[in-house]
């Protein structure tokens, strides 16, 4: 799925993606910052947070090659619904519909996710912000 060949709408995010397990997501944000997440579990409409046991999800940033690791078999790895596309966490990172006319995409402080250099609280410089492109893979 790529959001400017496909559309930058969550509900054609979810027709291309939704069943898909190993996803690969990256996104090029404002300010030129690239950031993204893999996902093991499967992607679904249904409104539901999910856990990862094997603990293999993860969030990144290629701007600051820094990696974000699930604290815990009890964090939430990615949070599924109709309304949103691909989502990391508790709005660790998450991708909203109309991404790239919409400042409405989040990166809060992380809840779910923790730095593997114990530097960074936040993934990107911004809360909220526009996406250029995304593509899951």
């Known amino acids: 799925y790529r959001a400017s060949e496909n559309g930058h709408s969550v509900k054609k995010f979810h027709q291309s993606c939704d069943g898909k397990k190993n996803t690969l997501t990256i996104a090029k944000i404002e300010q030129d910052e690239i950031v993204g997440g893999f996902n093991p579990l499967e992607w679904k409409s249904k409104k539901e947070a999910l856990k990862?046991?094997?603990?293999q999800s993860f969030i990144f940033s290629l701007t600051r090659n820094e990696k974000f690791l699930l604290k815990g078999k009890e964090s939430v790895a990615i949070y599924?619904?109709?309304k949103s596309g691909p989502s990391f966490?508790?709005?660790?990172?998450?991708?909203?519909?109309?991404?790239?006319?919409?400042k409405e995409s989040k990166c809060s402080i992380l809840h779910s996710y923790e730095s593997t250099r114990n530097r960074e609280h936040r993934l990107?410089?911004?809360?909220e912000f526009l996406v250029k492109e995304w593509e899951v893979f």
Do not use: R, Y
């Open 80 to 82: 599924n619904d109709i």
């Open 52 to 55: 990862d046991p094997n603990l």
């Open 124 to 127: 990107t410089k911004q809360t």
């Open 89 to 102: 966490g508790s709005k660790d990172l998450s991708i909203c519909d109309e991404a790239d006319k919409k």
